[in-house]
Structure formats: structure tokens, C-alpha cells
Nanobody, 115 residues
């Protein structure tokens, strides 16, 4: 079973930036379509950024123009660059395949946007 480990979250002020990383135990990013999901307190988990194995990207309207998904297949890493962060971006962020989850969820990484 592939293991996914997210990191890079933290506390940031509105307007700030963070870069999240997702490390995979196997080289999956050239094979599967991947995505970054987030879950805010009391809300369902949602897909916010998608990257196909052909490097096509798609974003939720709420993050379009602010977030960028990318990968480094050689390092087995998936990234989410988050700029112009807003309080409503506060959530636990996860990576997994998309549109359907194929692997167990990792522990996620907490992003808190607050002044």
C-alpha cells in the first residue's frame, strides 16, 4: 500500500504564502492523476487542485490564481504552492489520487490563516 505523508503547513497571516509537500513511498506521480484536498472544521473534504499524469492542472474556483500544484517525479514529491492566503483557506490539507481516492489518507498538514 502506498504511503502518503504531507508536510509544510503552519500558521500564516492573511496574504502570506506556504508550500505544502506530499511525499509518496512509491513513484506514483507519473502514473496517477493526483490532487490536493482540504477539510475545514465541520465541512466535507474537498478537492482544491488537480494534476494529471500528463501535467494538466485544474483548480477549484476558490483557489484559482492563488494556488499552484506541481510534482517532482524523481523525488516522489507533490507540491502545492499557496499564495495570497485567506482565512477561509484554513483547513487540514491532504494529497491523494483524483478524482477518486485510491490510497489511504495520510495524516494531513494543518494550514491556519489568521492575524
Amino acid at each position: 500500500q502506498v504511503q502518503l505523508v504531507e508536510s509544510g503547513g503552519g500558521l500564516v497571516q492573511p496574504g502570506g504564502s506556504l508550500r505544502l509537500s506530499c511525499a509518496a513511498s512509491e513513484n506514483i506521480f507519473n502514473i496517477y492523476n493526483m490532487g490536493w484536498y482540504r477539510q475545514a472544521p465541520g465541512k466535507q473534504r474537498e478537492l482544491v487542485a488537480a494534476l494529471t499524469n500528463h501535467k494538466e492542472t485544474n483548480y477549484a474556483d476558490s483557489v484559482k490564481g492563488r494556488f499552484t500544484i506541481s510534482r517532482d517525479g524523481a523525488k516522489k514529491l507533490l507540491y502545492l504552492q499557496m499564495n495570497s492566503l485567506k482565512p477561509e483557506d484554513t483547513a487540514v490539507y491532504y494529497c491523494n489520487t483524483q478524482p477518486a481516492r485510491l490510497f489511504n489518507w495520510g495524516q494531513g498538514t494543518q494550514v491556519t490563516v489568521s492575524s
